[in-house]
């Protein structure tokens, strides 16, 4: 695996696959690389001839006050589980160089960057619009690939793809969890020890939802608010529970197959968010 912090470099390494004609993957992270980073890289791995993971913790999606300066890093660790889930290309750009004094571009994607994430934290989809921009325009890959555990994330780079006319087929990869249905994210790290069971609360509310809808509930509203009160009884802090269209992130009134139903809550001054798509039972794994 060949590691680069200069744009000219990372150019320069996806040119030479081009000549080869290799297609190029390419998996955004901000590194404390877990399972679900490695199931998105295997994927690539599988899917493409060169694969270029990036690690930015990129600090124009993190508003102030939020946890920007305490995000973990691991680098040494995370080179070695790219190094052995595949990758060919890790790069790590500098972000003094990345974003430069004069820096004034930024990138927004109305609509679906508005409700959920984008209501409690404003500005968070501009940074990720933005530096996924750059990143596009710098790898210039054949195929993204992203975690549906961050499901309006990939509302916002969908949309991003087609406005822009990035010619890059946009990848989706299912959540990976722990055994106790806690979906594996960076920021686990940060649940003290006696608060960790509890978080487990959140997927198993969310899966509640899920078995209900395919009994036959479909009043989405009904959903939210019981999804809500589990939460709640579980002793976390509800940002919000919403029944919604994943491609619009419009908010809807019928749980039908297809529709999402996503939440985010606050335990132990750590926010998880979560989601689960609605299925039909025949079409239940
Ligand atoms: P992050 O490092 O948190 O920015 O995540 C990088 C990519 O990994 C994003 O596309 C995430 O959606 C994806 N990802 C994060 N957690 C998971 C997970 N538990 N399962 C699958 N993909 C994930």
């Known amino acids: 695996m060949r590691t680069f912090s200069a744009s000219d470099e990372l150019r320069a390494a996806v040119a030479q696959a081009r000549r080869q004609s290799l297609s ?4 955004p992270t901000m590194g404390a690389l877990h399972a679900g980073h490695v199931s998105l ?3 690539a791995r599988e899917e493409c001839g060169l694969v270029v993971v990036s690690i930015f913790v990129n600090p ?3 508003a102030p006050g939020e946890d920007l300066a305490r995000y973990p890093r691991k680098p040494e660790a995370d080179a070695e589980v790219l190094a052995s889930a595949g990758a060919d290309v890790l790069y790590s750009p500098d972000a003094v160089r990345f974003y430069p004094a004069a820096f004034s571009t930024s990138v927004d994607v109305a609509v679906v960057s508005e409700g959920g994430e984008g209501a409690v934290r404003p500005g968070h989809f501009r940074g990720v619009a933005t530096v996924l921009t750059k990143l596009f325009l710098q790898v210039a890959p054949d195929a993204a690939y992203f975690g549906r555990k961050d499901l309006q994330q990939v509302a916002v780079v969908r949309r ?7 010619p890059i087929r946009l990848v989706v990869g299912d959540t990976v969890r722990e055994p106790d249905g806690l979906a ?3 920021r686990n790290a940060f649940l003290p020890a006696d608060a960790r069971p509890r978080a487990a ?7 509640a939802a899920r078995d209900r809808a395919r009994r036959g509930e479909s009043d989405a509203r009904a959903l939210e608010t ?3 009160l589990a939460l709640e009884a579980a002793g976390l802090g ?19 197959p297809g529709i999402a139903l996503a939440a985010a809550v606050r335990i132990a001054g750590t926010r998880l968010i979560d989601n689960v798509v609605f299925d039909s039972e025949r079409s239940r794994p």
């Open 24 to 27: 190029v993957g390419f998996v």
């Open 41 to 43: 890289v295997r994927r």
């Open 60 to 62: 124009m999606q993190f």
């Open 160 to 166: 991003l793809i087609e406005d822009l006319d990035f």
């Open 184 to 186: 594996l994210s960076s």
């Open 201 to 207: 609360a959140l997927s198993r509310a969310l899966f």
């Open 226 to 228: 019981d999804t809500r």
């Open 238 to 256: 509800v940002d919000y529970v919403e029944a919604v269209d994943p491609a619009t992130m419009e908010r809807v009134d019928a749980a039908r």
